[in-house]
């Protein structure tokens, strides 16, 4: 069954908006994808089995109710079929296990945390920027950066999504009004930064430091500048 829904992308994408509303405690997200789930299940793959979880007490008391059920208190779905309670129960149990499906190495059900802002930095007095390139330390230019971390659900945790608010909020504040080939300077060994794509290759190590070990794989870091020209700096590149 777990190569099934491993396989089928809308089976995932059920899986992580799941995902998403059990991490926010959304009750009425829950049970609206756990019906949407049951439907696609149904429709597209009728050999995977709704089986109960032994010892599961909701899965006993869903039984129980089904047996005696009126008729006129039968759920249906909007082209009148009608809806198995005690299947549409045990999609909650396969949606459970699919924190573990994997299909490239990473969890099926991800989640995703984003941070934007805007850094105004210069380029050094000698020439660091490019021909006609007029810019100063209270004129500096936009870097619109982006940060996301997305993780799959079983290592997110509240810790590492406060470190990372934490230390944009900090990047933030520290980067206004910067020279832009300084950046990376004073470390040991130095960093070299002269342009968008340097940049989101500092950010990208910055903030990794401040995470678990590990974590940094899951972070991606844009960089757009207008006065650099079109284009997105990306890292780690896609």
């Known amino acids: 069954m777990d190569l099934v829904l491993a396989a089928c992308e809308r089976c995932r994408g059920f899986a992580e908006a799941w995902w998403r509303c059990g991490i926010a405690d959304d009750k009425t997200g829950l049970r609206a994808e756990e019906f949407a789930f049951y439907e696609h299940l149904v429709d597209t793959h009728p050999k995977v089995r709704l089986t109960g979880v032994e010892g599961c007490r909701s899965c006993q008391e869903v039984q129980t109710m089904a047996q005696f ?9 909007a082209d009148g079929s009608y809806v198995d309670p005690v299947q549409l129960h045990f999609v909650h149990h396969v949606l459970e296990r ?8 990473t969890g099926a059900a991800t989640m995703t945390s984003r941070h934007g802002f805007t850094a105004y930095l210069y380029h050094l007095a000698a020439g660091g920027g490019p021909a006609d390139h007029v810019c100063s330390p209270d004129r500096g230019h936009p870097y619109d950066v982006t940060v996301e971390l997305t993780t799959p659900v079983t290592l997110t945790s509240e810790d590492q999504t406060h470190a990372l608010r934490v230390v944009v909020a900090e990047l933030e504040r520290d980067l206004q009004y910067r020279e832009l080939e300084r950046l990376g300077a004073d470390e040991t060994p130095a960093v070299t930064v002269a342009d968008r794509f340097d940049l989101a290759r500092w950010v990208h190590a910055t903030i990794g430091r401040r995470l ?4 940094d794989q899951y972070l991606r870091v844009r960089v757009e500048a207008t006065a650099e020209g079109a284009g997105t700096a990306v890292f780690p590149p896609t």
Request: glycine share 14%; charged share 15%.
């Open 69 to 77: 059920a009126l008729p006129g208190m039968a759920m249906h779905r």
């Open 98 to 105: 699919t924190a573990e499906i994997c299909v490239t190495g």
């Open 212 to 215: 678990a070990d590990g974590m």
